[in-house]
């Protein structure tokens, strides 16, 4: 069965940076494009960044755009989301899947990450 699990969350300082990892299992990884999603205490799950299959293409919202990076090992089955500068609404639990949200594939854990002083 389909598995994605995220790690690397924590509390951080305002200007301060996370690295993210999705472990994906029970999925040919290699040939999904994913992506990176958050949700906010209150608010709905948005996408945050995509990257291609093949790791060549990536995408980011405006809200993050410059200061995180997405990036995949298809070796590893694995999924991260480098993140700088952080701000205090970037205080969300962060999710990883496939994009476009094909398959119904479950939603994982998520790793949550909060931005304050």
């Known amino acids: 069965q389909v598995q994605f699990v995220e790690s690397g969350g924590g509390l951080v300082q305002p200007g301060g940076s996370l690295r993210l990892s999705c472990a994906a299992s029970g999925i040919l990884f290699k040939m999904y494009a994913m992506a990176w999603y958050r949700q906010a205490p209150g608010e709905q799950r948005e996408l945050v960044a995509r990257?291609?299959?093949?790791?060549?293409?990536?995408n980011y919202e405006d809200v993050v755009k410059g200061r995180f990076t997405i990036s995949r090992d298809n070796a590893k089955n694995t999924m991260y989301l480098q993140m700088n500068s952080l701000k205090p609404e970037d205080t969300a639990a962060y999710y990883c899947?496939?994009?476009?949200?094909?398959?119904?594939?479950?939603w994982g854990q998520g790793t949550q990450v909060t931005v304050s002083s």
């Open positions: 990257i291609t299959s093949s790791g060549l293409n990536t």
């Open positions: 899947n496939v994009h476009p949200l094909v398959g119904n594939f479950p």
